[in-house]
């Protein structure tokens, strides 16, 4: 009887075609995954400037400038404030007494206020706030005061007759006659008069007083061809 032997020679080809799809199924798995890692590595280890430069950029700050300027009016002060950034606030106080508020208009930018003026000696601050926040104080001292009043008469017969006077007091005079200083001296007084004779012929006389807060008032007089 012959025999028959299977030497496995024979697969068919529907089965040789399986197995080659199944092998490019695990190529084509196994390429997307060397990319993918690629990809990782790539992202993690580039350089951090490449990485920085592809945010967006902040917008640049504007730094802020405040002027508080003070100049000097009849019987006051005027503050002018001037800013790049519009101003949200603004006050002034004297010395330590509480703060008033500075009404800022409809102009943010420049901004001006008239204030009136105290007697003596004191400090004005002025403090200004602008829209980012940020805040600048500038103190001035401030003289509230005027010139003494002086006057130059004469009594009608011999004399020039200087009068001072002062709201607080005066601190010195100066009197000058045809040229010559006759009287030179200081003071502690809020009132003060003096007399000078009158010489023959034509004469000048000029007064100069000082108060404490150095403030000064000149005068000048004249009499021609007086006769006793």
């Not at 006389?205 to 006769?227: C, H, P, Q």
Request: with cysteine; charged share 25%; proline share 4%.
């Amino acid at each position: 009887m012959n025999q028959i032997l299977y030497t496995g020679k024979n697969k068919s080809k529907t089965d040789v075609s399986k197995v080659l799809k199944v092998f490019t199924a695990i190529l084509v798995i196994f390429a997307i995954c060397f990319i993918a890692l690629g990809i990782y590595l790539y992202n993690g280890t580039r350089p951090q400037e490449e990485i920085v430069n592809n945010k967006p950029e902040p917008e640049p700050k504007v730094e802020s400038k405040i002027d508080i300027a003070f100049s000097s009016i009849a019987d006051g002060v005027r503050i002018k404030i001037k800013s790049n950034l519009q101003v949200t606030s603004a006050t002034y106080r004297w010395d330590d007494e509480p703060e008033n508020t500075i009404d800022i208009g409809s102009n943010l930018n420049e901004i001006i206020k008239e204030i009136a003026i105290k007697q003596g000696i004191h400090k004005l601050y002025v403090t200004v706030v602008d829209e980012e926040g940020n805040t600048q104080t500038k103190e001035q001292p401030v003289i509230g005061d005027k010139e003494p009043d002086l006057v130059i008469t004469t009594d009608g017969v011999n004399n020039f007759i200087i009068q001072a006077k002062d709201d607080e007091s005066l601190s010195r005079i100066k009197i000058v006659l045809n040229d010559e200083v006759i009287l030179e001296q200081e003071l502690n007084t809020a009132t003060f008069e003096y007399k000078v004779e009158i010489p023959q012929g034509d004469s000048v006389i000029e007064a100069t007083v000082y108060n404490l807060n150095d403030l000064v008032s000149t005068k000048k007089g004249r009499i021609t061809g007086f006769s006793r």
